[in-house]
Antibody, heavy 123, light 110 residues
Framework: EVQLVESGGDLVQPGGSLRLSCAAS????????MTWVRQAPGKGLEWVSV????????YYADSVGGRFTISRDTSKNTLYLQMNSLRAEDTAVYYC????????????????WGQGTLVTVSS | QSALTQPASVSGSPGQSITISCTGT?????????VSWYQHHPGRAPKLIIY???YRPSGISDRFSGSKSGKTASLTISGLQAEDEADYYC??????????FGGGTKLTVL
């Protein structure tokens, strides 16, 4: 059974940094692209970033590009999101999600999701 | 990249059918078949219900179906059930190699 467990969410001041983690199990981690999606309070889903299974391809939403960095550690079966220069508008529940299919890039379909971790950016 | 356009809310009675539209641009829905739909009950993880415009993942009821015409994708739920009440999001791959979601549609089962 696929399991994704996010952690690292916290209250942080504007301009601060935070690193989110997503521990994965139940599948061959380095064969699937992994994605971060967020949901601000009372708002809809927003795609944040994706990393290919091998880690050689990464893409970001315009809203976080240059501030966030996605990475993965195959030896730990863990996905990360390093968030710098945080803004109030980054406040959201952050979900990690697994691609539906094995691919060299990513498929843009997410069949397994974690329960999310809350990031609050406020002074 | 602007969000895809969905109606804020739709409603229907048990047993009826409803359709949710999702309108994009020539840079996303109009360009690709990489369109998917997610069901999201608040407080729970989103669930993939349609991918590649009209395919259902294993375990998803055939009451859910998807289609696309031009820049607009649609999700139809037939035989509405109380447990279908949730938020529904469309998404599409884009020419920037990114993903864009719709704003979400709240489905109320009357």
């Amino acid at each position: 059974e696929v399991q994704l467990v996010e952690s690292g969410g916290d209250l942080v001041q504007p301009g601060g940094s935070l690193r989110l983690s997503c521990a994965a199990s139940g599948f061959i981690f380095n064969t699937y692209a992994m994605t971060w999606v967020r949901q601000a309070p009372g708002k809809g889903l927003e795609w944040v970033s994706v990393i290919s299974g091998s880690g050689d391809k990464t893409y970001y939403a315009d809203s976080v590009g240059g501030r966030f960095t996605i990475s993965r550690d195959t030896s730990k079966n863990t996905l990360y999101l390093q968030m710098n220069s945080l803004r109030a508008e980054d406040t959201a529940v952050y979900y990690c999600a697994k691609d539906l299919f094995v691919s060299s890039g990513w498929t843009a379909y997410f069949d397994s999701w974690g329960q999310g971790t809350l990031v609050t950016v406020s002074s | 990249q602007s969000a895809l356009t969905q109606p804020a809310s739709v409603s229907g009675s048990p047993g009826q059918s409803i359709t949710i539209s999702c309108t994009g641009t020539s840079s996303d829905i109009g360009r690709y078949t990489y369109v998917s739909w997610y069901q999201h009950h608040p407080g729970r993880a989103p669930k993939l219900i349609i991918y590649d415009v009209s395919y259902r993942p294993s375990g998803i009821s055939d009451r859910f179906s998807g289609s696309k015409s031009g820049k607009t994708a649609s999700l139809t739920i037939s035989g509405l059930q109380a447990e279908d009440e949730a938020d529904y999001y469309c998404s599409s791959f884009t020419t920037s190699s990114t993903l864009v979601f719709g704003g979400g549609t709240k489905l109320t089962v009357l």
